[in-house]
């Protein structure tokens, strides 16, 4: 979202968004949401442990590009409604993904979106709203769960409205991203917002796919020397330091090996790692 911004509601069914400090607030009688961009999560980097923050969005994302790109492909399908689950068990992972994606519908189409985060205690006091079958959206919106499981209840009692009343798109796309640690359509949460009575039975028709996706890892060493590289050259501003080089690929056979260990698939222990190299030699942090 911009510093500056137009609204326009049309149709007879809209959403009313709140972006706190950086949007709008339209209030009326009808059901409204309120949705966080991740700008306004942003931390101020006093130190270089600010960096790990995801919303800090120190370094590009680095091979998880398919990733962007099936979650890109998602947003702009045919569907009228469409809701997807991402899975990593570290929180900086489909954190990661969703910052990346809600920034590139900024970047890319600016003013064309209503995209942020739905709290917990938002989402609870949304589902509570007693005309809930009056909310509808007046432009594509993207809305993420984080923490999903936690939201079982009025994920279900949500989904179950959407499924049971989807022509309130009115042309407009409507977008949920769940993001949890695990999930199983066969067991658990996800298993308990699909399955239910007869009333229940489009929620999954909702899914788009029905089963979780889990964003990839970081498999070659020089996906994680990019990683390394792209924090070290963010903390030097931050800690007034040189940015320190890394080893060139086969100048150190212990520090190949050491990078082909399966932990750092996950790119938060390699940030940890590269910080950590400011005060020591990066082939002993590793």
Request: charged residues 25%; hydrophobic residues 45%.
């Amino acid at each position: 979202m911009r510093d500056e911004q137009n609204v326009m509601l049309d149709g007879d069914h809209n959403i009313v968004v709140q972006a706190i400090g950086d949007g709008a607030h339209i209030d009326d009688q009808s059901p409204h949401l309120t949705l966080i961009p991740p700008r306004n999560r942003a931390p101020a980097i006093r130190n270089e442990v600010a960096l790990l923050n995801p919303y800090s969005r120190a370094i590009p994302v680095v091979g998880r590009e398919s990733d962007l790109e099936s979650l890109w492909d998602w947003l702009h399908s045919s569907r009228p409604i469409a809701i997807r689950t991402l899975t990593a068990a570290p929180a900086r992972a489909r954190l990661a993904a969703a910052i990346e994606l809600i920034e590139s519908l900024n970047d890319r189409h600016p003013g064309q979106w209503w995209a942020g985060f739905l709290t917990g205690r938002e989402l609870r006091r949304f589902a509570a709203q007693q005309n809930l079958a009056d909310w509808g959206w007046a432009r594509p919106t993207l809305i993420v769960v984080d923490y999903a499981a936690s939201l079982t209840t009025p994920l279900r009692d949500w989904l179950r409205d959407l499924a049971s009343s989807p022509a309130r798109a009115n042309g407009h796309p409507l977008r949920l991203l769940l993001l949890e640690r695990e999930a199983a359509v066969d067991q658990g949460w996800l298993q308990s917002l699909c399955l239910g009575g007869n009333s229940d039975a489009r929620v999954p028709e909702l899914f788009d796919p029905l089963e979780p996706k889990r964003p990839r890892s970081l498999a070659s060493a020089p996906q994680r020397r990019a990683v390394l590289a792209g924090i070290l050259a963010a903390a030097a501003p931050s800690g007034r330091r040189q940015t320190r080089r890394l080893v060139r690929p086969d100048q150190n056979p212990r520090f190949d090996r050491q990078l082909e260990n399966p932990v750092w698939e996950d790119p938060l222990y390699l940030m940890m790692a590269a910080l950590l190299s400011l005060r020591s030699p990066v082939v002993e942090v590793l």
